[in-house]
C-alpha cells in the first residue's frame, strides 16, 4: 500500500512538474512583438520571446538625437522603456506640455493579454520618470492621430485590398516602419503580409540601420561606396572581358559574342545607376516630402492655434514644410488637447487637408528629377553596342520615376548574372578558375581603395555621433534652463 502510495505521489508530482513546464513554455513562447513609441521622437523596438528587445530603430530625426548614446538591445522592455522616457524628458521631449505617449504594440501570437501586459510595462516606466519630472503621464494605446488618420487614407486609395480594409493602426505602424526602411517592399505587399512576415521584415531593415545615420552619413556613404564600388567593378569585369576574349582567340572563336565585356558593362551599369537611386531617395528623405503649397493660416484655423506659433513648429530654418512636420505637430496638438476639447474638436475638414497633403507627397517621393534621369541615360549610352537593348528598355518607361529605377537596376543585374552564366556555360572549369585565381590577385592592388572607403565610412560615423551628442546636449541645457527660470 505504501508503494502504491508513494508511486502516485511520484506520479503527481510529475504531472505537476510537466504541466508548469508546458506551462512556462508557453509563457516563454510568447513570440516576437513589435513595439512603437511616439512622443515624438518615435522609436520603434523588436521584442524576442522572452521580452527583451532584440532591434530598435530611431524613426525621425528627434529619435536618432534621443538614441544616440543609448544602448537599448538586449535589455528588457521595462529597462529599454526607462532608459528612453528618462532622456525624453531630460531633453524635454516629454513634458507637461506635452504629455502623451502613443503607444502600438502587435505581438506575433497575437494574444491581447500579452499586448497588454507589455503596455503595463511602458506605463510605469514612462510614468516614473515623468513623477520625477514633476508631471504626469497618459499613455495612449490606440496608435497617434496621424495613424488613424492614415488608416483611413490608405483605406480609401485602396478600397478593394481585402488587408488594407481589415487593417487595425498598430499593424499600419508595423508596415510603414518596414516600407520606409525598405523601399524594396511595396504598401500593398508588406499589408498583405502576416505580423510574423512583418517583424522578419522589421528585423532584417533594422539589422543594418544605426540611430547615427543621419542624412549626412548617408550621403557621405553612398559617395564613398560609389568610388570604390566602381573601382572594383571596372577592375574586376574588365579581367572577366580580357581573359574571355582570350581564350576566345586561342581557340579561334573570333566572332563568337564577348559575354566577358558584356558582363562588365551590366556591372558597372547596374552599380552606377544603383548609386543614382540611392542618390534620389536621398534626396527625398533630406527634404522629407516637402510640401509645394501648404495653406499655413488654414491649417491653423482647422487646429485651432495661432498661425505664427504652427509656422515656427512646422518650418525649418529655410522655411521649408515638410508633410512629417507637419504629422508631428498635428499629433502633438490633437493628443494633448483636454478630454472635452478632443470630444468637440470636428476634425473632418482637417483629415481631408491632410490627405491632400499626403497624395501630393507621395507624389514628390517617387518622382526623378530630370539631373537623375539624364545621369541615367548617359550610363546606358556608355555601355556603347551592349547599351542598346538596355536603352529600348529604359525609353519604354517613359518618364522616369524611382520605381523605375529599380526596376532598371533589377533589368541590369539580371543582364550581367545572365552574361555570367553564358561565360561559366562557354569556359572550362580550368579557364575559370584561371579568371578567378586573376581576379583574385587584384586584392592588393583594390586593398587602398577599400581602405579609404573604410575611412570614409568611420569618419562619417563619428561626425553623425558628434552632431547628434551636441544635439542632445543642447537640448538637455536648454530643457534646464527652461526649468530653472520656471
Known amino acids: 500500500m505504501k508503494k502504491k502510495l508513494v508511486a502516485t505521489a511520484l506520479i503527481a508530482v510529475l504531472c505537476i512538474a510537466l504541466s508548469a513546464a508546458v506551462f512556462t513554455g508557453c509563457e516563454q513562447d510568447k513570440g516576437k512583438t513589435y513595439v512603437s513609441l511616439d512622443i515624438n521622437p518615435s522609436v520603434s ?25 543609448l544602448t537599448l538591445e538586449g535589455k528588457t522592455l521595462e529597462e529599454a522603456v526607462k532608459l528612453v522616457a528618462e532622456a525624453s524628458v531630460e531633453c524635454g521631449f516629454l513634458s507637461a506640455e506635452n504629455s502623451v505617449v502613443d503607444v502600438s504594440v502587435v505581438a506575433e501570437n497575437g494574444k491581447a493579454k500579452y499586448e497588454s501586459t507589455i503596455l503595463g510595462e511602458i506605463e510605469r516606466s514612462f510614468s516614473a520618470a515623468a513623477t520625477d519630472g514633476g508631471f504626469e503621464i497618459k499613455l495612449n494605446g490606440e496608435g497617434s492621430y496621424t495613424l488613424n488618420r492614415m488608416l483611413e487614407y490608405y483605406k480609401e486609395k485602396y478600397p478593394d485590398n481585402a488587408a488594407v480594409q481589415n487593417m487595425t493602426p498598430a499593424k499600419l505602424d508595423l508596415v510603414l516602419s518596414v516600407t520606409e526602411k525598405d523601399g524594396s517592399i511595396s504598401f500593398e505587399a508588406a499589408a498583405q503580409a502576416d505580423i510574423s512576415s512583418l517583424i522578419t521584415m522589421a528585423e532584417t531593415a533594422y539589422a543594418e540601420i544605426e540611430p547615427y545615420m543621419t542624412a549626412a552619413y548617408n550621403a557621405a556613404v553612398t559617395e564613398a561606396k560609389l568610388v570604390y564600388e566602381n573601382a572594383k567593378a571596372v577592375a574586376e569585369s574588365a579581367v572577366w572581358a580580357a581573359k574571355y576574349a582570350q581564350f576566345m582567340i586561342e581557340d579561334l572563336d573570333l566572332l563568337a559574342v564577348n559575354y566577358g565585356a558584356v558582363y562588365a558593362a551590366y556591372d558597372v551599369a547596374a552599380i552606377t545607376l544603383d548609386y543614382v537611386l540611392d542618390k534620389a531617395e536621398q534626396a527625398a528623405d533630406a527634404t522629407d516630402a516637402a510640401l509645394a503649397q501648404v495653406d ?6 482647422l487646429l485651432g492655434v495661432e498661425e505664427s506659433e504652427l509656422k515656427a513648429a512646422v518650418a525649418d530654418e529655410n522655411g521649408v514644410i515638410t508633410l512629417g512636420s507637419i504629422d508631428a505637430y498635428v499629433d502633438r496638438v490633437v493628443k494633448n488637447m483636454t478630454d472635452e476639447a478632443q470630444a468637440a474638436f470636428d476634425d473632418s475638414e482637417l483629415k481631408t487637408y491632410l490627405n491632400g497633403l499626403q497624395a501630393e507627397a507621395e507624389e514628390f517621393v517617387n518622382s526623378l528629377p530630370d539631373e537623375y534621369s539624364e545621369k541615367i541615360y548617359a550610363a546606358v549610352e556608355a555601355m556603347g553596342q551592349f547599351g542598346d537593348s538596355a536603352m529600348d528598355f529604359v525609353r519604354e518607361l517613359g518618364d522616369l520615376t524611382v520605381d523605375d529605377v529599380r526596376s532598371i537596376v533589377t533589368y541590369f543585374e539580371n543582364e550581367r548574372d545572365e552574361a555570367m552564366e553564358q561565360i561559366r556555360a562557354n569556359l572550362t572549369s580550368e579557364q575559370i578558375a584561371e579568371i578567378e585565381q586573376a581576379v583574385a590577385a587584384l586584392n592588393d592592388t583594390l586593398a587602398q581603395a577599400e581602405s579609404a572607403f573604410e575611412s570614409a565610412v568611420n569618419k562619417a560615423a563619428e561626425d553623425a555621433k558628434a552632431v547628434l551628442a551636441a544635439a542632445k546636449a543642447e537640448l538637455a541645457e536648454a530643457h534646464r534652463l527652461e526649468i530653472t527660470v520656471d
Open 296 to 301: 499655413t493660416a488654414k491649417l491653423a484655423e
Open 45 to 69: 523596438l523588436i521584442l524576442d520571446g522572452n521580452g527583451a528587445v532584440l532591434d530598435v530603430v530611431a524613426e525621425n530625426e528627434d529619435a536618432q538625437v534621443l538614441l544616440v548614446d
